[in-house]
């Protein structure tokens, strides 16, 4: 009997903490817009990069002389343009680059706010017992 009765005390579950169906689709909804943030995340540093790289080529060019050639890979092949026709042509690419940027720090700051709200009614309802912080590598 006392064996049966260790074994009782040792398990106590928490009585204050009950998961409603509500409760469990907020949660759901939260790792999915965290899931969906990192993703946003990564996709943004690829595209921050991609902006440097075509700054730099920008750059570069500068330095080259006037009637010069500028080979630029486009698909499987190189195209030699003059210099004013290849700047306007990274110019264009720039700017493109730089909308898909706004546009992915927009839907961050988005989620965010939606991720943010999420954290606050689940930290309300359960305090310390959930962990809604990313772990950092």
Known sequence: ????????????????????????????????????????????????????????????????????????????????EDMEKTQSYLDDIKDKKKLEISELESKCADLKGIITELKIQLYAKFGSRINLEAEED
């Not at 730099?56 to 630029?72: G, N, Q, R, T």
């Open 1 to 80: 009997m006392s064996a049966r009765k260790n074994v009782q005390s040792g398990f106590q579950p928490d009585s204050d903490v009950y998961i409603t169906y509500e409760d469990q689709q907020k949660i759901n909804k939260f790792a999915r817009q965290n899931a969906k943030m990192d993703d946003l995340k990564e996709e943004l540093k690829i595209k921050q990069n991609e902006l440097k790289n075509l700054e730099d080529a920008c750059d570069e060019i500068v330095l080259l002389d006037e009637d010069a050639k500028i080979p630029y890979y486009v698909g499987e092949v190189f195209v030699y």
